[in-house]
């Protein structure tokens, strides 16, 4: 299936699926039923533009990419749907809201993916090493010793 942006990483499975550009579990976290957009082809320069979430998708994934890549999208929805109360509803939150940070990274990059393979972000390409990224190899070249390192630094339940 040639039109699957994550095609080339596993084996592409069923039809293609409409996408959300920005998952919809986020998208209903941060504006219920509508959002306002800019910055895209079909959005005049300096402007934004009131559309239904629903509208927000392409045909850019498989069924099987697109559900295999669903958990980055809850825990995207997870951390949104925070967010959200902690500046609507604070009282509302739990004490301790816990989120997967790796998998929060891996969703800003299928959104990444997303924008590319459907508005043309990046020139439209999708790298490898994103794709890659996608299912759990490096986000950033270089910074995996970083990472130990605080790691190590952060021990105590303060940091």
Known sequence: MS????GGQGTCSGKLTGEHYISKTVLQAIGG???QIGGVPWVPEG?????GIGSLVSNILCEGHNSSLSKLDNEAGT???ALDAADKKPE?????TTVDGPLVERWFLKVMCGLAAAVGFNDG???DWWKQALTGGALVR???SLRARAKQVCTSASC
């Open 125 to 127: 390409t999708v790298p």
């Open 142 to 144: 270089g910074l995996g």
């Open 33 to 35: 039923g509508t959002v």
């Open 3 to 6: 039109d699957c942006f994550f």
């Open 47 to 51: 402007t934004l533009k009131s559309v």
């Open 79 to 81: 951390l949104f749907r």
């Open 92 to 96: 509302s939150l739990a004490p301790v």
